[in-house]
């Protein structure tokens, strides 16, 4: 990819619109000053004194985060969150990142998903220490399940002026059925990805990227290994993940993208398969988040009208800006990916 074509992507997003369906989490740090901590009267125990709080959109909303930062036109987030102060937090934070949460359902009966992360000033920064998980471990209720089908059809409608030009599916939850993207969900999206193949629909899951059909995957190739029954590699092979990723999109009748860590992205259709290498990386980096860019990144430019390599490249230059971006999931802008194409 050339910096004439990077551009001329670019400038299609403001004009696009995308949906980001699946399971929102809060993360929450909470730093602490050891050297204001106290003894609890009460229990003796040591009292952290808790002096700046930060809030943000994780996991779901990682992926907005990053389509936000690209200039992507209208994003809408679909998920079930809880009716209580962390839901509220993470609806502020999507909305301060342009996100729409019409379909994000506040339902009483949930969690809002929550990774508190408490963190320890030190004389060389912030340390992270122990994390408390707030997460959701019943079975999503049937009438949130409805809402969140309701949201996907008004979505993909072609007659519907909420139509988005493309859904990335973030499946966060390892519990089965437990979070936002249940196998009624699944179900639907298959639907929806054989009945509107001009739709860019791409699928990101922890532990279920085998199940997801009609759309398009984007595993590692561990999981690309493991969705065609073949035993992974510890160490990523080009040559195998270029194999599983024709097999899976020869199933699903999509592109399929298989991440390579530092050999970049496999972009493979059904009867060939095209590498996209990593650009190179300058000193220390933090991977964090860099699977959300990669997913960001393709689906964007899909929607802006690239074929399946350079959305592969494309994503991959969003994940370059961010594994820079140190203690922190970072975004990229269209700038950064300007400056990390040319070097």
Do not use: W
């Not at 400038?11 to 730093?31: C, E, H, N, Q």
């Not at 030009?165 to 196998?183: L, M, P, S």
């Not at 969900?185 to 997801?212: M, N, T």
């Amino acid at each position: 990819m050339n910096l004439d074509r990077l551009n001329e992507l670019l400038a299609r997003l403001p004009g696009i619109s995308i949906a980001v369906v699946g399971d929102f989490f809060l993360d929450k740090y909470m730093v602490t000053d050891p050297a204001l901590s106290e003894v609890s009267i009460e229990t003796g125990l040591e009292a952290r004194q808790v002096v700046q709080v930060r809030c943000s959109p994780g996991a779901a909303g990682t992926v907005t985060n990053n389509v936000s930062a690209l200039g992507v036109g209208r994003i809408e987030a679909v998920g079930v969150i809880g009716s209580d102060g962390e839901g509220y937090e993470l609806a502020r934070g999507l909305r301060r990142t342009r996100v729409g949460c019409r379909r994000l359902r506040r339902s009483p009966s949930r969690f809002t998903p929550t990774y508190t992360k408490p963190m320890r000033l030190t004389p060389g920064g912030e340390v992270e220490m122990e994390r408390l998980d707030i997460k959701n471990r019943r079975v999503l209720p049937a009438a949130d399940v409805a809402r969140v089908l309701t949201a996907l059809r008004a979505l993909t409608d072609p007659g519907s002026p909420e139509r988005v030009d493309g859904i990335i599916v973030a499946d966060q939850v390892e519990e089965r059925n437990c979070g936002v993207v249940t196998d009624a969900v699944r179900g639907l999206l298959a639907e929806i990805g054989r009945a509107h193949p001009q739709i860019p629909i791409l699928a990101d899951s922890r532990v279920r990227i085998g199940e997801f059909e009609g759309v398009t995957v984007k595993p590692n190739h561990l999981e690309a290994a493991q969705a065609c029954g073949d035993e992974p590699g510890e160490v990523a092979d080009l040559a195998a993940a270029m194999a599983h990723g024709r097999t899976l999109a020869a199933r699903a009748g999509r592109p399929v993208f298989v991440t390579l860590g530092k050999l970049g992205v496999a972009a493979c259709t059904g009867d060939e398969a095209a590498h996209a290498p990593a650009p190179p990386v300058r000193g220390p980096i933090d991977i964090c988040g860099a699977g959300d860019s990669v997913a960001a990144g393709i689906v964007a430019a899909l929607c802006a009208g690239a074929d399946p390599l350079e959305a592969a490249q494309f994503g991959n230059l969003c994940a370059s800006v961010t594994i820079h971006k140190l203690g922190t999931t970072g975004t990229a802008s269209p700038d950064e990916l300007r400056r990390a194409l040319t070097g």
